[in-house]
């Protein structure tokens, strides 16, 4: 069993919908997460960064962390087809060098 | 301000031979974590550098080493090629101290035949 597990997709939506992204966790050292967006053919893009279980807004982004249920999300309001991505979570230790990557969700916006 | 930048962009390689991959961190940042992302799958950790030496390595064989140098650039090397070599090598740098966020490249992509 992988440590973060996200599911691949493609998960496609209109454009101006709502996009919801989650990974799943099993080990409760990861204390700090991240939401990456890579483009194709170009390194992932740190998008956001939490700590605290709870909700962390940027923008049209918002970042849920559940510590209790080994559970994050990232949700994108009002998405356009520039969103059209893969998003990687990622998750570190407490005092950790390590990013441990979810294996992406390919998203589709269309106009 | 430059972020993160990897060279070659591309290259191709036969088995057996040996690569070495480079990385300039952004300005200001002074550890270089390595990575490998095959395709449709997350990046994995190789290894990390602070002050020139190795501070955390992942689970990859010994024909994965690398190097720090004062000015905190960085090179990835690769012995003994095999084909499940191929894949996206990405650099990512953080500053100084624990659990700081990572920054990546848009990495070297490594083609074996």
């Known amino acids: 069993q992988k440590e973060v597990e996200q599911d691949p997709g493609p998960l496609s939506v209109p454009e101006g919908a709502i996009v919801s992204l989650n990974c799943t966790y099993s080990?409760?050292?990861?204390?700090?997460f991240m939401w990456y967006r890579q483009y194709s053919r170009k390194g992932p893009e740190l998008l956001m960064y939490?700590?605290?279980?709870g909700n962390k807004e940027d923008g049209r982004f918002t970042a849920q962390v559940d510590k209790s249920s080994k559970y994050i999300s990232l949700f994108i309001r009002d998405s356009q087809p520039s969103d059209s991505a893969t998003y990687l979570c990622?998750?570190?230790?407490?005092?950790?060098?390590?990013?441990?990557f979810g294996g992406g969700t390919r998203v589709l916006v269309k106009p | 301000d430059a972020g993160v930048t990897q060279s070659p962009t591309h290259l191709i390689k036969t088995r057996g031979q040996q690569v070495t991959l480079r990385c300039s961190p952004k300005s200001g940042h002074d550890t270089v974590s390595w990575y490998q992302q095959a395709l449709g799958q997350g990046p994995q950790f190789i290894f990390q550098y602070y002050e020139e030496e190795e501070r955390q390595r992942g689970n990859f064989p010994d024909r994965f080493s690398g190097h720090q140098f004062p000015n905190y650039s960085s090179e990835l090397n690769v012995n003994a090629l095999l084909l499940g070599d191929s894949a996206l090598y990405l650099c990512?740098?953080?500053?100084?101290?624990?659990?700081?966020?990572?920054?990546f490249g848009d990495g070297t992509r490594l083609s074996i035949l």
């Open positions: 080990n409760s050292a990861f204390q700090y």
């Open positions: 990512a740098s953080s500053l100084p101290g624990l659990n700081q966020p990572q920054h």
């Open positions: 939490t700590y605290s279980s």
């Open positions: 990622a998750m570190i230790r407490a005092a950790g060098n390590k990013l441990t």
